[in-house]
């Protein structure tokens, strides 16, 4: 069956310090992988995508990601986390007819 | 550029009664999408149009829930009558086409006493 895992779901990290949110899928080939964030109250905003070709990909906000086909996964990166980041990350993909969301990492940050 | 936009923004209404949410998709996008999105977990897709067509409604609740995009631009999702288990966020997105990325709108948060 087709689906995203997102194996944490919270994560609390210090303001300034690194950060690396899990998404593992499952599908029999790869997909279009995407992470989207989703602060109080609003909809979701697209971080970063990763179509095809280099597999570390770059996102708004400073954020990467790195797809690693061995590892069926597309974990989410940011060398250094601001307390605006704070909020809900949703990693996805789509394989053709519909996007199938993961069930999403709340981060919070500490000053 | 506009967004995806949604009406209302908030909405609570008692059981047994109808409710319905309005979608303007990004200018030129021709696929649009209603997800609901219960709290604590990820959107889950209820339909998909491709212009004026509903090519995947496999996810929608027939017997309570119906959809709409008339002239392939504007959408209407509709619930008659809401029961409990509604209480959600209703999101719009739309893409160039099914393949791309999506552009969500802020959804409907709504309630149903």
């Known amino acids: 069956a087709q689906s995203v895992t997102q194996p944490d779901i919270h994560i609390t990290v210090s303001e300034g310090a690194s950060l690396e949110l899990r998404c593992n899928y499952s599908?029999?080939?790869?997909?279009?992988l995407f992470w989207y964030v989703q602060s109080p109250g609003q909809g979701l905003q697209l971080l970063l995508k990763?179509?095809?070709?280099?597999?570390l990909v770059q996102g708004i906000k400073g954020f990467e990601a790195e797809f690693k086909r061995s590892q069926s996964s597309f974990n989410l990166r940011k060398p250094s986390v601001h307390w605006s980041d704070a909020a809900e990350y949703f990693c996805?993909?789509?394989?053709?007819?519909?996007?199938?969301f993961g069930g999403g990492t709340r981060l919070m940050v500490k000053p | 550029e506009a967004g995806v936009v949604q009406s209302p923004r908030y909405k609570i209404i008692e059981k047994k009664q109808p409710v319905a949410f309005w979608c303007n998709p990004i200018?030129?996008?021709?696929?649009l999408y209603w997800y609901r999105q219960n709290l604590g977990q990820g959107p889950e897709l209820l339909i998909r149009?491709?212009?004026?067509?509903?090519?995947?409604d496999s996810q929608l609740p027939k017997d309570r829930f119906s959809a709409e995009r008339l002239k392939g631009v504007d959408s209407t999702l509709k619930i008659q009558p809401a029961e409990l288990g509604d209480s959600a966020v209703y999101l719009c997105?739309?893409?160039?086409?099914?393949?791309?990325?999506?552009?969500f709108g802020p959804g409907t948060r709504l309630t149903v006493t």
């Open positions: 990763y179509f095809s070709g280099d597999t």
């Open positions: 200018s030129g996008h021709n696929t």
């Open positions: 599908y029999g080939a790869t997909p279009y």
């Open positions: 149009y491709e212009n004026e067509e509903a090519v995947d």
């Open positions: 996805a993909f789509n394989a053709g007819n519909m996007l199938t």
């Open positions: 997105a739309s893409s160039f086409e099914r393949k791309y990325e999506q552009y």
